[in-house]
């Protein structure tokens, strides 16, 4: 596709429920990345694929997420027994290359609201 | 690991004058900071970076300024416009890095 496209734009659960976030890079993009997003806040790291293999998932919150890449294309962000803090916007990114100094590329965002 | 901060969180300018964003980062093997502009419900887009190996760099109305041994950089924008309205964000990684660390954002809005 033209850019990184992140699906559902938003999502609204109640607490304790599963949610799944979809991204779907650009094609070619070998790097992806998973960044949270809270109101009136920077983008927060939470993990980074290189193919298929998670290479850095330091930024995960805890073992409630988790996130998988397996053809090295689309990723998704899974979230487990879903809490009113995990409300933010989750952006995925892509880039072309190793590392992450070059120019990322965001999605819009899935916007996740827990009740 | 990298701790990166900016400031001014709001900044309110005329049409026409500079606006100035400042970061400073705490990682001295940070050696790329690149700057994110967000428009309002839009994702963050790259507008400028730079290397730790030069001390400016400049893009038509943007430019950034990195002071290494002080461990800070800055965004200047001249000739504001109102488009030039949006949050930006400043970030700081290294080449063997795997994540961006991104400042909390700058509020710009520019009077027409």
């Known amino acids: 596709g033209a850019g990184v496209s992140q699906t559902p734009s938003n999502k609204v659960t109640e607490k304790g429920k599963y949610v799944e976030l979809r991204c779907d890079p650009i094609?070619?993009?070998?790097?992806l990345y998973w960044y949270r997003q809270s109101l009136g806040q920077g983008p927060e790291f939470l993990i980074y694929?290189?193919?298929?293999?998670?290479?850095?998932d330091s930024g995960l919150p805890n073992d409630r997420f988790f996130a998988v890449r397996p053809e090295g294309s689309v990723s998704t962000l899974k979230i487990q027994r879903t809490e009113r803090g995990d409300s933010a916007v989750y952006l995925c990114?892509?880039?072309f290359g190793q590392g992450s100094t070059g120019e990322l590329f965001f999605g819009e965002g899935s916007r996740l609201t827990v009740l | 690991g990298e701790n990166v901060e900016q400031h001014p969180s709001t900044l309110s300018v005329q049409e026409g004058d500079s606006a100035v964003i400042k970061c400073t980062y705490s990682?001295?093997?940070?050696?790329?900071f690149p700057w994110y502009k967000q428009e309002l419900g839009k994702r963050p887009q790259l507008i400028i970076d730079?290397?730790?190996?030069?001390g400016e760099k400049k893009d038509q109305r943007i430019a950034v300024t990195l002071n290494k041994t002080a461990k800070h950089f800055s965004l200047h924008i001249t000739e504001t416009q109102p488009e030039d309205s949006a949050v930006y964000f400043c970030?700081?990684?290294?080449?063997?890095?795997?994540?961006?660390?991104f400042g909390a954002g700058t509020i710009l809005r520019v009077k027409s």
């Open positions: 990682d001295s093997a940070s050696n790329y």
């Open positions: 730079i290397r730790s190996n030069v």
């Open positions: 990114a892509s880039s």
């Open positions: 094609s070619g993009h070998t790097a």
């Open positions: 970030a700081a990684t290294h080449q063997d890095g795997n994540k961006l660390v």
């Open positions: 694929f290189q193919g298929t293999g998670a290479a850095d």
